[in-house]
């Protein structure tokens, strides 16, 4: 059975940094692309961003709203996925969720149940 | 980026209707990479349609998606209780993924 569970979230002040963590069970983690995607209180969906495995070069994509400023790496010795985020802003309050599809992370067939960060002075 | 816009925002509907949700995109969606998910409040998004038409393992047939290029329609043949909740397109043409805004479907 495939899961995803992410950790890693909290209140963090703008401005500041915080790293979350997707671990993963149930499938060869390496083969598949992961990806992040956030869900402000009582809003939709948004992609932030994902990570290729390194069959397809391990590269990363990301929503114009956080590149420059979130990085997303793997740890496939671990089936861990990472979202680095950096310079944060209150518009970056959200519940954050890892979700894995298809090898090329094209859309997402599981999701995890995320993990909520607050971003606030 | 590609921007999709879903109509309507909300949709009030009874069980046993007919619904239909439109999500169209900015530019073309190359080789109709759409996909449909089904969010109800609290739970992580279901995966209902991918391809534009091609339903998920386990999806009800009362699911169908249609469409191609800047126009898609996801379509619900008699609604169930339990399909009343908030639908989503995403297209995966573009390596800059994205999401609609989404359609509620609510009880009328």
């Known amino acids: 059975e495939v899961q995803l569970v992410e950790s890693g979230g909290g209140l963090v002040q703008p401005g500041r940094s915080l790293r979350l963590s997707c671990t993963a069970s149930?499938?060869?983690?390496?083969?598949?692309?992961m990806s992040w995607v956030r869900q402000a209180p009582g809003k939709g969906l948004e992609w932030v961003g994902f990570?290729?495995?390194?069959?397809?070069?391990?590269?990363?994509e990301y929503a114009a709203s956080v590149k420059g400023r979130f990085t997303i790496s793997r740890d496939d010795s671990k089936s861990i996925a990472y979202l680095q985020m950096n310079s944060l802003k209150t518009d970056d309050t959200a519940v954050y969720s890892c979700?894995?599809?298809?090898?090329?992370?094209?859309?997402?067939?599981?999701w995890g149940q995320g993990t909520l960060v607050t971003v606030s002075s | 980026e590609i921007v999709l816009t879903q109509s309507p925002g909300t949709l009030s509907l009874s069980p046993g209707d007919r619904a239909t949700l439109s999500c169209r995109a900015s530019?073309?969606?190359?080789?109709?990479?759409l996909a449909w998910y089904q969010q109800k409040p609290g739970q992580a998004p279901r995966l209902l349609i991918y391809?534009?038409?091609s339903r998920a393992t386990g999806i009800p047939d009362r699911f169908s998606g249609s469409g191609s290029g800047t126009d898609f329609t996801l379509t619900i043949s008699r609604l169930e209780p339990e399909d009343f909740a908030v639908y989503y397109c995403?297209?995966?043409?573009?390596?800059?993924?994205?999401f609609g805004q989404g359609t509620k479907v609510e009880i009328k």
């Open positions: 990570i290729r495995s390194k069959a397809y070069g391990g590269t990363t």
């Open positions: 995403q297209q995966y043409g573009s390596s800059i993924r994205t």
């Open positions: 979700s894995r599809g298809t090898m090329i992370g094209q859309y997402f067939q599981y």
């Open positions: 149930g499938f060869t983690f390496g083969d598949y692309a």
């Open positions: 530019q073309s969606v190359t080789s109709s990479y």
């Open positions: 391809g534009a038409s």
